[in-house]
């Protein structure tokens, strides 16, 4: 008998599976489940909280619910055997960013905070942290730091440390109730396994981390605000894993809900455009390839971290294992 893979992909307003031959990368079927929050950009499900403008969140119980019902749906329709199933993997819109708690619940599952909008998923398109972006730009400049220069000389209000700055200035009871903050991709995989880790390619696009040289600086941070001093080794110290990596097996509990066998390998999670690369063979260098959708991203490999004037991002093992990619 053959072999298969299950793929994930959780977009903005739905997530598709499909069930995949290993032997010749045919797809057999493929199942959608659209989320029941979907862009939570009016007011706070079930309330009459209302947001704010340039706010995007979204409910990850959303994302649990995709898995177990589109994976079982996409299996059931490709007629294969669990037992055949021999991987999974996800992508996910980045920066997808959620505050989560000790126990691996993001924040807004809690009781006492399911009515704070920053307890909730912030989804790439939220921009309502756009002043803080602002000022990070600023201090880095005045700083001299060298990271600017590998993402085109300045941080989006979509990424990671300009979020996270929102929440410790809006919702500092939030910022100091978060354990981790976590890519949307992570925290699925996360729930998967029970491994708690860091994809390089979220790391790298979107939370300014470096593979040789790692994180900005503590002083960095500290410019921006003491309470941020600590923030890497508090908050953001999961270990960082390459993508194309098995990040762990599947549970027991998410395999019976997903018809799948437990032990199941499940990959390092991956952003929606990059994971895209290996699919389509573009796997060497000077390989480039352009992905549409509700954005469009072009991505070129290489073998050197080269600088590029208005590149969103250089990132080593960032698209393909072993190469840069911009």
């Known amino acids: 008998m053959g072999k298969y893979v299950i793929g994930v992909d959780f977009g903005t307003q739905s997530g598709r599976a499909v069930v995949i031959s290993v032997d010749d990368g045919k797809q057999l079927s493929e199942a959608v489940t659209t989320y029941r929050d979907g862009v939570i950009d009016e ?30 749906e996409a299996i059931k329709k490709s007629e294969v055997n669990k037992d055949d199933i021999v991987g999974i993997g996800i992508d996910f819109t980045a920066c997808t960013m959620m505050p989560v708690s000790k126990d691996g619940k993001v924040l807004c599952q809690m009781g006492e905070f399911k009515n704070n909008p920053h307890a909730w998923t912030k989804l790439w398109k939220h921009h309502a942290a756009q002043s803080e972006a602002n000022k990070l730009n600023e201090i880095a400049k005045e700083r001299g730091e060298d990271f600017l220069q590998r993402y085109g000389g300045k941080i989006s209000s979509e990424w990671l440390i300009p979020k996270i700055w929102q929440i410790l200035n809006e919702a500092p009871e939030i910022y100091n109730k978060t354990d981790k903050f976590m890519e949307a991709t992570d925290w699925v995989t996360m729930q998967m396994t029970g491994v708690d880790i860091k994809n390089s390619c979220t790391a790298g ?5 470096n593979k040789r040289t790692g994180y900005p600086s503590k002083e960095f941070f500290k410019a921006l605000d003491p309470k941020l001093e600590n923030l890497v080794e508090q908050k953001l110290n999961s270990k960082i894993v390459s993508i194309g990596s098995k990040a762990g097996e599947l549970i027991k509990e998410m395999a019976d809900n997903m018809g799948l066998n437990s032990g199941t390998a499940v990959c390092v999670g991956n952003v929606d455009a990059h994971v895209s690369a290996p699919a389509v063979n573009v796997v060497e260098p000077g390989n480039m390839l352009m992905i549409m959708g509700t954005s469009i991203c072009d991505i070129l490999l290489g073998m050197e971290e080269k600088i590029v004037p208005g590149m969103c991002g250089v990132v080593e093992d960032g698209a393909v294992p072993g190469f840069f990619c911009i």
Do not use: E, H, M, R
């Open 43 to 72: 007011f706070l499900p079930c309330t009459d909280i209302k947001l704010s403008s340039d706010w995007a969140l979204q409910n990850p119980d959303d994302y649990i619910d995709v898995l177990f019902t589109a994976v079982p």
């Open 205 to 209: 696009y979107k939370a300014i981390w």
